[in-house]
């Protein structure tokens, strides 16, 4: 991984700190909703891997959690995606910043996605 990548991901975490995902809702068809905040909840951000964001990052704005419970997590997304170990296929990732309206965020939020973008762009084909 590159300085610049990193440096992104840095980025990222310091543009998506004010969001906190506490108590998300969804469906109220999933009778396991309480035991999936709680797994997805249970471990500093930094520590999740990819098996335990892959459920919310599939379900996210379609059928559980909000657009605020997608931004705490995206920081982490990204971050593994960089590592290769997406949480779930990257296309899929990519459609829920679509479905987040991400063009309508703070300039800092879509800057920061912008530069993540282009620095993977740049790591993937170089290296």
Known sequence: MTKKLKHSIENLYKDFEKYKATDMTGNPLYEDLSEWNQDLLSKPLRELNEDNLSRFTGKVLT????????????PRIF??????RTPYEVWIVLQKLILAEFQNWADE???????????????????
């Open 79 to 84: 971050e593994l995606t960089a590592y290769l």
């Open 63 to 74: 059928s559980w959690g909000s657009v605020n419970d997608y931004k705490h997590f995206l």
């Open 109 to 127: 939020e879509k800057n920061g996605i912008y530069g993540f973008m282009v620095a993977l762009w740049e790591c993937i084909v170089n290296h």
